[in-house]
């Protein structure tokens, strides 16, 4: 097949990308140049916000399948139907469990939760300002899906990837967070009832990936890892790595620490198992991403 990669030079994108490839598919991958592309796979250079620089560099050009690793906003979500519609036979958008943000369910919620039909898209937002854009991170998600799902028919999957761990190439920060802390004994903040939630292995959210740009099914899928995580759980594997112990202190109001959540919106990956895909369990591989990411060995 012929695959169009927009993004995603890094992380799971990059890992998604040599999937493709050792299965034999031609890539094709694109992005504002700020990277180049793998050795091999075609480069096109074009500023995803421009439409006209996207008509420009895909002039001519089909698709089997477009993976967009970064689209993030309702306005980019328009511009993907117009540009990308024509091109392919299928759009493979990888959105967020953060579209479920509103949630707080006592039970793990299933893509049908969200009522794409209710979400009020909105166009006029400051989605070019990055603090913004970064700030509304999982609305920006749930309009993007909307436009797909809303207007004349159009052959869209949106992968809502849960929190992604592992890789020596973690840019988040996240793990290192806890690790600094426990080292140090100083306090980890986390709200007074404290919510589980799902979590997937970099390698596993790749591979699931590159296995949905072979399948043919449309619409929303959770992608998680089963056996959700909570803070502890994740801090307890750290402290094996690292020493130390990790010391909670419960708050009422303000920031707490990056895997910690007030709110339960547990994914529920019963519709990927439904079609097909099998996840693994998050206890095969929490004490592997931990390593990786700490350079800490097992």
């Keep these: 097949m012929d695959v169009l990669v927009i993004g995603g ?15 034999g598919h031609r890539i094709t991958m ?7 592309a793998p050795a091999g796979i075609e480069h096109l250079v074009a500023d995803r916000d421009d439409e006209s620089a996207l008509e420009s560099v895909l002039a001519g050009r089909t698709f ?11 306005r980019q979500a328009e511009i993907a139907r117009r540009v990308f519609g024509p091109r392919t036979g299928r759009y493979v958008m990888t959105s967020t469990v953060e579209v479920y943000a509103y949630e707080d369910s006592a039970v793990p919620v299933a893509e049908s939760v969200l009522d794409l039909d209710t979400v009020l898209v909105d166009t006029g937002l400051a989605w070019d300002h990055p603090e913004f854009r970064e700030a509304h991170y999982g609305e920006g998600k749930r309009q993007a899906e909307a436009v797909f799902a809303a207007g004349p028919p159009f052959a869209w999957t949106s992968v809502r990837v ?17 690790a600094r802390r426990i080292r140090a004994g100083e306090p980890i903040a986390v709200p007074v009832v404290n919510r589980p939630a799902t979590y997937v292995y970099v390698e596993e959210i790749a ?3 590159a296995w949905a740009v072979e399948a043919e099914f449309t619409g929303p899928v959770n992608a998680h890892s089963h056996g959700p995580l909570t803070t502890a759980e994740i801090c307890a594997e750290i402290e094996k790595r690292v020493g130390g112990r990790a010391v909670y202190q419960e708050v009422e109001v303000g920031e707490v620490s990056p895997f910690s959540f007030a709110r339960s919106y547990a994914m529920d990956n019963a519709r990927a198992g439904e079609l097909g ?8 591989w929490l004490p592997r991403a931990v390593s990786e990411t700490l350079g800490v060995k097992l």
């Design 64 to 74: 089997d399948v477009v993976v967009d690793q970064v689209c993030y906003t309702p």
């Design 207 to 209: 591979a699931f990936l």
């Design 162 to 178: 849960a929190h992604v761990l592992g890789g020596e190439d973690d840019f988040t920060g996240r793990l290192d967070h806890y």
């Design 30 to 36: 694109l992005n504002r140049g700020s990277s180049g």
């Design 277 to 284: 895909y099998a996840f693994s369990h998050s206890s095969e």
């Design 9 to 23: 030079n890094r992380y799971f994108g990059k890992r998604l990308i040599a999937l493709l490839r050792e299965s």
